[in-house]
């Protein structure tokens, strides 16, 4: 991937009035409340890259107000002067670096046929809560046919297969009818013919794309979800009624539209109609597996991937979210530059945590506002962030309640991420809990009593001198044999190496809670800061900086 989406600018479209966002070739979390725009600024990046495929009066419908299919801004086209409709997004080229800004407009399509944007078209994904309502919405007495949502969802980004692109094919039959014109005589006859034969070769294409995705999707399963499964869940996708035409004549002719079906197996025994026995989360699972090895299996070659998800998650619990978030930071999907829309602020703030040693490669952004007053986009800061702010604006009773917040996360992120802790959902941990918490945690990992006895006066720089720089000891013992004497050379280095390396890391640790644990009954007490004394900027600065360095401490 050459190419970055570096900047979008959107104007007069759907819930916009005007918005301008600068990615500068990051990937892109981004939160807002319902109502602000999340899905207006998927559907744009969707619509812009769907136009290189378009014909021109395809793409400036869209921006034509005596359109009925427009997709104006209701509130900007009431205003005196309305603006003109237009999306434009700027791409960076990755090693020259420069900078080329395509548009499309009522008057401008600037991205048609363009090779750029039609392989990123491809090689892109666009994945919306919609496909997983799609495997759940089904009644008991239905059957779980999935092509109505392959056919939305998964086709338009399938992979050519023999030079042709299956969503052309499924475009040029899909209306059903052979003889639109009604032409007679041996035009008909050709009509009827020519139509068949495409919905052969669409019948002969499709049972190799979904045997595929239906393989990719059991074996994505198994990686990623099936550890807590009590019973060995087996996925099947399907074609069962293959596309077909009969008939060379309006009134003897038939078109039968395919029907993809999706069946489970626990423990071996067939669940005929899944929707009544899975729970939604299960079913989530498994449409996610379905989705994601779509995505895998029909891998484009293109300088610009996008990856945009529109609050696919809504039905997992925080559990699955943050496994999915693991999915989406996994090398199966490096090559995408990833933008992520949710209107969960609590999934928001944890995937912000999850990634925040590689801030430098995101941006946070808020979108807040209406369609009619006009929708902004602010830079969405961590609380440490939030907490430097106001500190070096001298509002230190604010720092330090944000120094707070950033503390109780980094505490219940270390139980989580460092010690392995299984916290149930819902189960509430005061900040000092969770500070102690680590601190028995870390202290399981350490030879305590040596360390309390022995090193807890010894400055960090003279503890390599409690043990002997060489072994001329041991050498020169007469009463040990040479295996012993190999022996004890190696317990010695053990020795060395422990007062130096992972235990006293550790230790550091250790101190770092300890000196926050001190905190909590003033700098990080919220109820302590109107009082007297006033709170010191020098002891804000230093809850900053140990909270800092207990955020680096939190590692696997």
Same mark, same amino acid.
């Given at each position: 991937m050459t190419s970055r989406l570096h900047h979008i600018e959107i104007c007069n479209f759907k819930a916009f009035r005007e918005l301008s966002l600068n990615l500068e070739g990051r990937h892109l979390l981004i939160y807002g409340p319902n109502g602000s725009g999340k899905s207006s600024l998927y559907w744009a990046l969707y619509t812009f890259l769907q136009s290189a495929r378009k014909t +021109?009066?395809?793409?400036?419908k869209y921006f034509d107000s005596t359109n009925s299919q427009n997709l104006l801004n209701i509130h900007e086209q009431g205003a005196a002067t309305p603006k003109l409709g237009e999306i434009a997004l700027t791409l960076r080229d990755t090693v020259t670096k420069i900078d080329t800004t395509y548009r499309i407009s009522q008057a401008d399509h600037s991205t048609y046929r363009q090779p750029t944007i039609l392989k990123g078209d491809l090689a892109s994904d666009f994945i919306t809560y919609r496909f997983f309502f799609g495997f759940s919405h089904f009644r008991n007495s239905e059957k779980f046919d999935l092509w109505p949502l392959f056919e939305k969802e998964i086709l338009p980004f399938c992979v050519s297969t023999g030079g042709k692109v299956p969503l052309d094919s499924w475009n040029a039959i899909k209306s059903g009818d052979p003889n639109p014109y009604a032409s007679r005589g041996l035009s008909g006859t050709y009509a009827y013919d020519s139509f068949t034969r495409k919905v052969n070769d669409f019948a002969t294409m499709l049972p190799g794309i979904v045997d595929s995705i239906s393989t990719e999707a059991q074996r994505f399963y198994d990686m990623h979800f099936s550890a807590k499964d009590p019973a060995k869940v087996s996925l099947k996708l399907g074609v069962t009624t293959p596309p077909s035409a009969f008939g060379s004549n309006q009134n003897d002719f038939k078109f039968? =539209?395919? !029907?993809?079906?999706?069946? !489970?197996?626990?423990?071996?025994?067939?669940?005929?109609?899944?929707?009544?026995?899975? +729970?939604?989360?299960?079913?989530t699972q498994l449409a996610l597996s379905v989705r994601f090895a779509a995505s895998l299996v029909n891998l484009h070659q293109s300088d610009l =991937?996008?990856?945009? *998800? #529109?609050? *696919?998650l809504v039905s997992l619990d925080m559990s699955n979210r943050m496994k999915v978030v693991e999915i989406l930071l996994s090398e199966q999907f490096a090559n995408y530059q990833k933008i992520i829309l949710t209107h969960d602020l609590g999934f928001f703030r944890e995937f912000h945590r999850v990634i925040a040693d590689n801030?430098?490669?995101?941006?946070?952004?808020? *979108?807040?506002?209406?369609?009619?007053?006009?929708?902004?986009?602010?830079?969405? =800061?961590?609380?440490? &962030?939030?907490?430097? #702010?106001?500190?070096?604006?001298?509002?230190?009773?604010?720092?330090? $309640?944000?120094?707070?917040?950033?503390? &109780?996360?980094?505490a219940q992120k270390f139980r989580k991420v460092a010690l392995r802790e299984i916290i149930p959902p819902g189960e509430f941990h005061s900040l000092t809990e969770n500070l102690r918490a680590a601190r028995n945690g870390l202290s399981k990992k350490l030879p305590l009593g040596i360390f309390e006895r022995v090193? $807890?006066?010894?400055?960090?720089?003279?503890?390599? =001198?409690?043990?002997? *720089?060489?072994?001329?000891?041991?050498?020169?013992d007469p009463t040990l044999d040479a295996g012993t004497k190999g022996k004890l050379k190696c317990q010695r280095r053990e020795l060395s190496k422990s007062l130096n390396d992972l235990d006293l890391q550790h230790l550091r640790t250790i101190k770092i809670v300890d000196d926050i644990l001190k905190m909590t009954g003033r700098v990080l007490n919220p109820a302590a800061h109107w009082g007297e004394p006033a709170l010191y900027d020098a002891e804000v600065r230093k809850a900053l900086m140990l909270i800092k360095q207990f955020e680096k401490s939190i590692r696997p």
């Open positions: +021109n009066s395809d793409v400036k039968t =539209k395919p !029907v993809i079906e999706f069946g !489970v197996q626990i423990d071996g025994k067939t669940i005929h109609r899944p929707q009544t026995f899975l +729970n939604e989360a299960k079913l =991937k996008l990856l945009v *998800l #529109d609050d *696919l801030h430098s490669e995101w941006c946070f952004k808020k *979108l807040q506002g209406n369609s009619k007053d006009g929708i902004t986009i602010k830079e969405e =800061k961590s609380p440490i &962030e939030k907490a430097e #702010d106001y500190l070096n604006n001298h509002d230190l009773e604010e720092a330090a $309640a944000c120094l707070r917040k950033a503390a &109780e996360d980094s090193l $807890a006066g010894v400055p960090e720089e003279h503890r390599n =001198k409690l043990v002997r *720089l060489n072994d001329d000891d041991i050498d020169g």
